[in-house]
Structures are given as structure tokens and as C-alpha cells.
């Protein structure tokens, strides 16, 4: 397992480095905006945590686009037989995948909490470690549905079938916002009236059980790319 692991880490070397620089460049954006606006009399910092949730959360979105690597490095019909003839045969395959993603949002989140560290060192209103921990989970969440594509369809028609899912999920919030009750859009600090909403008891209720489900949907997924995992190494050695 260990040496499967090695081996995804080490063909998405150029996306991790990526990734890397994109969240200490991001992560330098939340500093420098955190020492200037400490450094401005009445400067309210706290409309900056919008900017830094955004900044972080561009971060993991973008892992999960340019990470696909990770599985078409594997699409070929002997390195199929071969993971087959190993004592772990596709169950090692598999989960070596799923650790791979898992390690690279750790290593994510690694970095996007020192910079929260930094930003809660020169002014603690705008550090946002809660909702760093909540990206982290709902990245994990949607690893979890996309990752299933990937193992039955390949990196690049996974990648575009989970765009497809993407798109109808994208396609119900506009007709809502079109035909549905948008009324709490109409007030006069938008942002503010989100952060309110995040900080509700409803939403302090969901953030508290997120985790739990994120584990639970993570080794769902796994179970399910175990299944289809053969029919696609089918497609592989095509």
C-alpha cells in the first residue's frame, strides 16, 4: 500500500507543486490584506473573511480539476494486469487512491491553516479556521461522489461526466433563483446577512454532523469505485 502510495505522489508531482504555490500565493493574499488593514484606522476585518473563504476554497477546487493525473497515469491495460497479479490486487489499487486524494488535502489544509495561523497572529477577527475545516469536509464529500466517474469512466470522461452532474446541480440553483423566493438577497449588507446565516444554530448543527457524514460517504465511495473498478479496467486495456 505504502509503495502505491509513493507511486501516486510521485507521477502527480507537477499538480502537487502547482497546488502548492497556488495556496502559498492565496495564502499570501489573506496575509498582505490582513497587514494592511490592521495597519488602517477603523479598518473592519471582518469583511475581509468573505475574501479569505473564497481564496482557500479556490485552492481545493482547483486540486480536484487539475488532480486527475492521479488516475489516468493508471489507464493502461499491463498496469491493470499487474495491479491484479499483486497480493492486493484492485482492492490496494483502489484505496491507494483514496489515501492519495486524502494525504493531498491534508497537505492543503496544512498550509491554509499555517496562513490563518499568520493572519490570527496580526489581527485574531480575521482568521477563519472554522471554515477552513469546513471546505476541507466538503471537498472530502465531493471527492467522494466524483471519484466513483473517475474509477468506472477514466480521468478525462470522469472529470467531464462529473462536470455534467455539476451542471444540473448549477442549473437547479439558477431556475430558483429565477423562479423561487430570493427575498433574502434583498437587504442592505448582503454580506453580512451570510455570515449571520453561517453562524446560525441550524448551520452550527449541520457543521457538526458534516464530518461524520463525509467519513461515512469517503468509504461509501470507496466501495463503490471496488465495484467499478474491474468494469473500467475492461475499458483501460481497450
Sequence with gaps: MAGQIFKNLYLCK?????????????????I????????TPNFDMSECTFLFAICYY??????????TTL??????????????????????????????????????TFICFISDSIVGVICPEGSVLTVIFDIFVITLIYNAITMPFYIRCGGDKGIATAGIALGGVVFAVIVYILFGDISFFYVDDPVAAILEFLSSQWMLFITS???????????????ISLKLYRKGAEDYGQ
Design 58 to 67: 479556490f485552492v481545493y477546487f482547483t486540486s480536484g480539476i487539475s488532480l
Design 71 to 108: 488516475f489516468t497515469c493508471d489507464e493502461r491495460g499491463t498496469w491493470v494486469s499487474f495491479s491484479y497479479s499483486t497480493p492486493g490486487s484492485a482492492k490496494c489499487q483502489v484505496l491507494s487512491k483514496y489515501y492519495t486524494m486524502l494525504l493531498i488535502n491534508v497537505w492543503i
Design 14 to 30: 507537477s499538480s502537487i507543486i502547482f497546488i502548492t504555490v497556488l495556496a502559498i500565493i492565496c495564502s499570501g493574499v489573506c
Design 209 to 223: 454532523v458534516l464530518p461524520y457524514i463525509a467519513v461515512a460517504l469517503y468509504y461509501l465511495s470507496y466501495r
Design 32 to 39: 498582505a490584506t490582513t497587514t494592511l488593514g490592521s495597519a
